[in-house]
């Protein structure tokens, strides 16, 4: 089947704007992963969910990010209030379990907050 | 915050050429692994290595990793202008996320 896929590809918001990120991943992958790319850095962990539990969310940089997986399936990444410094390209991975394994990407979401 | 650190932080090499990668890290790991990233799309993995292994081959590529040093190495043999990309390496724990690096800019010329 069809690889990990996020939408949208391209996000322009304003500053308070809410925005919110869909990321599918590969069916029958129980984990799936949030990261936050800047410009020129590495990927960043931001959230990890095993099905529909969210087990670490350590990465988080405040109480304005959220993310949900209800049915263990599709998962959207929502940025309430975004702020400038929360333009980024945010990276979705999915795979069969937390570190052990390869982590299949999706293409990614550019965010900027003007 | 990013645990491995890869270096050189950008490489340029002629097409044909060997190109070489390495990455530290600080905390024990249970395994390492090798994405590249071209520019724009997202990340693709190249390979893993667990921590009671010292190398590993998968086609053009060989990984090697010390853990008495906290360091792998990435080598990309007879380079192409297709593998200019973004490396990075990511470190695995037992039950905690991958962290990745900063990554290498590596660009082959024809």
């Known amino acids: 089947g069809a690889g990990v896929s996020q939408s949208p590809r391209y996000k322009v918001a304003k500053r308070g704007q809410d925005v919110a990120l869909r990321c599918d991943p590969i069916s029958g992958h129980v984990s799936l992963f949030w990261y936050q790319q800047a410009l020129g850095q590495g990927p960043e962990f931001l959230t990890y969910f095993q099905n529909e539990a969210q087990l670490d969310k350590s990465g988080l940089p405040s109480d304005r990010f959220f993310a949900e997986r209800p049915e263990g399936s599709v998962s959207t990444l929502k940025i309430q209030r975004t702020q400038q410094e929360d333009s980024a390209v945010y990276l979705c991975?999915?795979?069969?379990?937390?570190?052990?394994?390869?982590?299949?990407f999706g293409p990614g979401t550019r965010l900027t907050v003007t | 915050s990013q645990q491995g650190e890869e270096d050189p932080q950008a490489l340029s090499i002629q097409e044909g050429e060997n190109a070489t990668m390495n990455c530290s890290y600080k905390t024990s790991i249970n395994n390492l692994q090798w994405y590249r990233q071209n520019s724009g799309r997202g990340l693709v993995h190249l390979i893993l290595?667990?921590?009671?292994?010292r190398e590993k081959h998968s086609g053009r590529l060989r990984v090697t990793l010390d853990t008495s040093k906290k360091s792998s190495s990435l080598l990309i043999t007879a380079s192409r202008a297709a593998d200019t990309a973004s490396y990075f390496c990511a470190t695995g724990g037992t039950n905690t996320p991958l962290v990745f690096g900063k990554g290498t800019r590596l660009s082959v010329i024809a």
């Open positions: 290595i667990r921590s009671n292994e």
């Open positions: 991975a999915s795979s069969w379990g937390l570190a052990d394994y390869e982590q299949y």
